[in-house]
T-cell receptor, first 114, second 112 residues
Framework: EADIYQTPRYLVIGTGKKITLECSQT?????MYWYQQDPGMELHLIHY???????EKGDLSSESTVSRIRTEHFPLTLESARPSHTSQYLC?????????????FGPGTRLTVL | SQQGEEDPQALSIQEGENATMNCSYK?????LQWYRQNSGRGLVHLIL?????REKHSGRLRVTLDTSKKSSSLLITASRAADTASYFC????????????FGKGTLLTVNP
């Protein structure tokens, strides 16, 4: 089982609240990713990081922001949550130095904004 | 951007039967990977096949890759109820681009 953790697992909040989704990994991976996935649908990359102090927007535009101050920690923040942000958020990490670029996923955070 | 497309979108079989899922993609790749996702959970890496490989096995899994057709297939033999999950292919373009592009997935249901 991958050593990558996400909290909370489930979150129900009201519109306008600020939230932070936590993601941590203990594998020392430089590369980390955030995906958004609606039930039964494909994954959309919304943010990624190739190392400390490096963050980039992904293929799907998102109102969320991320930070990477420590290698092991890659939190995602929504300043003002809206019902359209309701989705599952998956965090992943990888270490391509071995030649493979397989990604290790956390269990996800299911966010519901009322 | 390139996109993997799996087919079928959903597949329902009986325990003991084989399940085959297909994936097509649009641009050149360094490798192609298959992942499994149980309902409401994160993805788990199953198998990776490099662009210079044509077939790979891992336990009950068999993956093929045809770069001329830009397609891959995942075969699960002697399926079990515990194989019920969504299966995604993901393409890696290699180089300094470490992002994967995931397909839409195939929902496999194995009936006991």
């Amino acid at each position: 089982e991958a050593d990558i953790y996400q909290t909370p697992r489930y979150l129900v909040i009201g519109t306008g609240k600020k939230i932070t989704l936590e993601c941590s990994q203990t594998m020392g991976h430089d590369k980390m990713y955030w995906y958004q996935q609606d039930p039964g649908m494909e994954l959309h990359l919304i943010h990624y990081s190739y190392g400390v102090n490096s963050t980039e927007k992904g293929d799907l535009s998102s109102e969320s922001t991320v930070s990477r101050i420590r290698t092991e920690h890659f939190p995602l923040t929504l300043e003002s949550a809206r019902p359209s942000h309701t989705s599952q958020y998956l965090c992943a990490s990888s270490d391509p130095r071995g030649g493979n670029n397989e990604q290790f996923f956390g269990p996800g955070t299911r966010l519901t904004v009322l | 951007s390139q996109q993997g497309e799996e087919d079928p979108q959903a597949l329902s079989i009986q325990e003991g039967e084989n399940a085959t899922m297909n994936c097509s993609y649009k641009t050149s790749i360094n490798n192609l990977q298959w992942y499994r996702q149980n309902s409401g959970r994160g993805l788990v890496h199953l198998i990776l096949i490099r662009s210079n490989e044509r077939e790979k096995h891992s336990g009950r899994l068999r993956v093929t890759l045809d770069t001329s057709k830009k397609s891959s297939s995942l075969l699960i033999t002697a399926s079990r109820a515990a194989d019920t999950a969504s299966y995604f292919c993901a393409t890696d373009r290699g180089g300094s681009n470490y992002k994967l592009t995931f397909g839409k997935g195939t929902l496999l249901t194995v009936n006991p």
